[in-house]
């Protein structure tokens, strides 16, 4: 058999396919040991935002509502169990000028300008109060203890932090009573009006160094500029929106100032991302456009922005995720620790997730670290939120040329 | 085969073609992609209703000189053309003429299918859309179009809501020449228009151009002198950037007057 005396062309060379195998496994490990580390920190924040608690229901006059109730409501619902018509209980809460409803702690307060001077009218003990806390394994360790110790009017719950209130109520001084309710809002406000300036900015820049300028000096200029932006910390554009925004033109620590901060620091990324995207439509359909007669502002708004309008809208998703999570230059431009009430304008003070979650954690009462993961949570949740919708336009309008 | 030796080459003519009959008359054309010249004073008429095949090996200029007579040159940066195109007497080269009004006037179909990521209606709109075609007028022009594409039959029920992409490679490039010819061109731009397709799509494509011939003045570059012999009423040789020769497709091919033609027809070389 002259078998033996060929090489074998064809055979496996042992030691080439172990060392493939063990460089494949090197290149997994780090992503294993990142996707563990995310794991493990997610697991430890919703971990921290349970706990163990003893809570008292008021035993004063009035009596307690279940949680996510607006304080007119409670106060209507008061004011009726007391015994007054709907006609007066409507009266009393009719006119927004006369009036002033506020919601504190754990209570709310009506208060009202009449002919006979002003009129206060209270109600304490709105919710249950929340006696002691205990993590979540030593509250379940010691549950019998605890269960056995139980005052007079006192129940022992497993207490989420990251309930429905905590979305709704206001922050407050008190960890127990402390919600995410205006961040949430001033977070929408100062997002919704960033990218108002970041997207036509952006996307503007973006067709314009792409479909218009092409292969200019200017545009090689703006290029390599709007790179640099796209790196500079966000805190110097914090600085500067103090500066330019806040001071010089007189706009004051309001959510006008942060829009126009984030929306600057949103715009590279959206220039970025979006040329990227006008990049991949083919210069075929652009030369067929052209060839039907168009004229460039034709072929640029008829044909390559619509075919290249999913891979912008994922762009400026993603910008609105990275925005989202920006504490630092907004601490700059004036988010503020304690804000009892929701934005109503532009012109509004406002704090927003990740400023209030910074502010949470740096009390020195152990349940705001509680308040705090609730936060986190809550960040996460809306990041994945986003994420996923990217993913799924991405997905569903992935096209081949 | 040099340069040099083709530069003041004097194109051989068979069978003219006289100014009366020419719907594209190209008179002493030069054209430089910045330093580096593309087309050599070529002078040729195009034929009313006939289709006249160029051909040539790569690189001789044959789809510049087709880019010219619809002004898509002008698309490349760093371009400059000397010389006359007239489109049915009138200078397209004329400063005063609207590059985007002449390619209005004249349609092309690409190398590659390239239909717009839109609906198969949409598509072939596109060109009517732009000259203000609406409502019922618009979805009439649309699928008469398409029965004149020959892509009717096989798109009937979905044109509305499938996207042209969907579509295979033959059908694509007859949505391709459906959206050229919706808006009425006179003359029909094609290059290599079949060169990316299957032989039976090319078969289609190339039953539809006798088809279309007797509406529309067809030009089309093509790198098949098979595909040129049957399609094509006359024939242009081209050979780096000269027009060598020109004449009627069965004499040119049979009895090629210029040794470069015959040189190339009988596959010495390109």
């Known amino acids: 058999m002259n078998r033996t005396h060929t090489p074998n062309a064809f055979g496996v060379d042992p030691w080439k396919a172990r060392i493939d195998r063990v460089f494949a496994r090197a290149l997994v490990l780090p992503l294993l040991l990142a996707l563990g580390l995310l794991a493990l920190l997610l697991g430890d924040t919703l971990y921290r935002s349970f706990s163990v608690q003893v809570v ?14 607006s304080a007119q409501e409670i106060l209507r619902q008061d004011l009726l169990a007391r015994g007054y ?6 009266f009393a809460l009719e006119d927004p000028k006369e009036r002033q409803v506020l919601f504190l702690q754990n209570r709310v307060e009506l208060m009202w300008n ?60 008190s960890p127990l009573t402390a919600g995410i309710g205006v961040a949430i809002w001033g977070t929408v406000w100062v997002l919704s009006l960033a990218l ?3 997207i036509p900015v952006g996307i503007g820049t973006a067709i314009l160094l792409e479909e218009y300028l092409r292969e200019g000096r200017l545009s090689r200029i703006l290029e390599v500029n709007l790179r640099n932006l796209a790196g500079v910390p966000s805190i110097v554009y914090g600085l500067l929106g103090l500066a330019l925004f806040v001071r010089s033109m007189g706009i004051g620590p309001t ?22 995207a006008l990049r991949a439509v083919p210069e075929s359909l652009r030369l067929a456009a052209f060839a039907l007669g168009a004229t460039r502002r034709q072929v640029v708004f008829r044909v390559v922005v619509p075919a290249a309008l999913p891979g912008m809208v994922t762009g400026v998703i993603l910008s609105a995720a990275r925005l989202i999570g920006e504490a630092a230059p907004l601490l700059l431009v004036g988010a503020a620790a304690y804000v009892p009430f929701l934005p109503s304008s532009p012109l509004s003070q406002y704090t927003v997730i990740p400023v209030q979650i910074y502010l949470w954690i740096s009390q020195n009462q152990p349940e705001f670290a509680r308040v705090a993961a609730a936060g986190i949570l809550v960040m996460l949740l809306l990041l994945s939120v986003l994420y996923l919708l990217a993913l799924y336009l991405r997905n569903r309008f992935r096209r081949e040329w | 085969m040099s340069l040099e030796m083709l530069k003041d080459h004097e194109t051989v003519r068979t069978e003219s073609v006289s100014e009366t009959e020419a719907l594209v008359d190209v008179r002493h054309l030069n054209l430089w992609y910045g330093p580096k010249q593309a087309l050599f004073n070529i002078s040729v008429r195009f034929p009313k209703n006939k289709v006249t095949a160029i051909i040539g090996p790569s690189g001789c200029g044959k789809s510049t000189l087709l880019r010219s007579l619809n002004r898509m040159n002008d698309l490349v ?30 349609g092309m179909v690409f190398q590659k299918p390239n239909p717009f990521p839109k609906t198969i209606f949409e598509n072939v709109a596109f060109g009517l859309r732009l000259m203000g075609v609406k409502g019922s007028e618009l979805e009439d022009r649309v699928v008469e179009a398409l029965k004149r594409a020959a892509l009717w039959n096989e798109v009937q029920d979905r044109f509305k809501k499938e996207s042209g992409l969907r579509l295979s490679g033959g059908q694509q490039q007859r949505l391709c020449i459906a959206r050229a010819i919706a808006v009425e061109p006179p003359l029909l731009l094609m290059d290599e228009p079949t060169s990316a397709l299957d032989p039976i799509a090319t078969q289609a494509i190339e039953d539809l151009i006798l088809e279309l011939k007797e509406r529309y003045t067809v030009v089309i570059v093509t790198h098949n002198m098979q595909q040129a012999a049957r399609v094509s009423d006359r024939t242009l040789f081209m050979h780096l950037g000269v027009l060598v020769e020109e004449g009627p497709t069965d004499l040119l091919f049979t009895k090629p007057k210029h040794p470069y033609t015959e040189a190339y027809i009988t596959g010495r070389f390109g």
């Open chain 1, 255 to 276: 959510i006008l100032a942060a829009s126009m901060t984030l929306g600057l620091l949103g715009i590279p990324v959206i220039v970025v991302t979006a040329r990227e």
């Open chain 2, 77 to 106: 940066p760093g371009v400059r053309v000397e010389g006359e195109v007239r489109y049915e007497g009138v200078n397209i080269y004329d400063p005063r003429v609207d590059p985007v009004a002449v390619r209005r006037h004249i």
């Open chain 1, 196 to 198: 108002l300036i970041a």
């Open chain 1, 114 to 173: 009449t002919q006979d001077g002003p009129f206060r009218y209270v109600v304490t003990g709105v919710y249950d109060e929340r006696v002691a806390d205990f993590s979540l394994a030593e509250g379940l360790r010691r549950w019998n203890e605890l269960k056995a110790n139980l005052q007079e009017g006192e129940r022992l719950v497993l207490n989420p932090w990251l309930d429905q209130t905590f979305l709704t109520r206001p922050p407050s001084r």
């Open chain 1, 85 to 90: 018509t709907e006609e007066e209980v409507a």
């Open chain 1, 56 to 69: 008292r229901a008021d035993e004063g006059p009035g009596r307690t509502y279940p949680f996510g109730l």
